[in-house]
T-cell receptor, first 116, second 109 residues
């Protein structure tokens, strides 16, 4: 079984451009979570999605950031008009049950976003 | 909100020795307690977890102990090996996962 797949693994953008990060959950998983990790720090929750629904976006900045998980295809984390402070590793995790049922999350290997 | 602390932040042990990492949390609603191992350039990998109705769980060289009254749980690694070197995170769950700040473990050969 394929694990959680994230692409690209590395993404370089100039300030003001858009960044799109993709996540394909594990087979059979319909719950996706996005986290951000700065160097030498832990992971910070951003958003939790089910197919076609955003369940909890309390950790995601209100401006410039958006996330979706369409009926078909991967989950997308979109960052518009990127700034240097957006440079980080972004991790996606998936689970086979909802975020309120304390099921294990399985992580991808992340996308490392660098802003020039 | 939930406050999660890990101690120590760095830990160096000789190969074959034991390592213990402690995670303290504040939300009494936490009911699931996983530990993740993160190697350089990789995503966190679940290595062991415990639920609130159990006090201890063991899987070969790895064990987790939970003290719900004191609100802490600990990761125990015995007979450490160089491949155990990584950053370890606790992530107690109370409606969402809150990750600790991590412990960098170095196993010296």
């Amino acid at each position: 079984n394929a694990g959680v797949m994230q692409n690209p693994r590395h993404l370089v953008r100039r300030r003001g451009q858009e960044a799109r990060l993709r996540c394909s959950p594990m087979k059979g998983h319909s719950h996706v979570y996005w986290y951000r990790q700065l160097p030498e720090e832990g992971l910070k929750f951003m958003v939790y999605l089910q197919k076609e629904n955003i369940i909890d976006e309390s950790g995601m900045p209100k401006e410039r950031f958006s996330a979706e998980f369409p009926k078909e295809g991967p989950s997308i984390l979109r960052i518009q008009q990127v700034v240097r402070g957006d440079s980080a590793a972004y991790f996606c995790a998936s689970s086979d049950a909802g975020g309120y049922s304390n099921q294990p999350q399985h992580f991808g290997d992340g996308t490392r976003l660098s802003i020039l | 909100g939930e406050n999660v602390e890990q101690h120590p932040s760095t830990l160096s042990v000789q190969e074959g020795d034991s390592a213990v990492i402690k995670c303290t949390y504040s939300d009494s609603a936490s009911n699931y307690f996983p530990w993740y191992k993160q190697e350089l350039g990789k995503g966190p990998q679940l290595i062991i977890d415990i639920r609130s109705n159990v006090g201890e769980k063991k899987d070969q060289r790895i064990a987790v102990t939970l003290n719900k009254t004191a609100k802490h749980f600990s990761l125990h690694i015995t007979e450490t090996q160089p491949e155990d070197s990584a950053v370890y995170f606790c992530a107690p769950y109370a409606y969402k996962y809150i990750f600790g700040t991590g412990t960098r473990l170095k196993v010296l050969a």
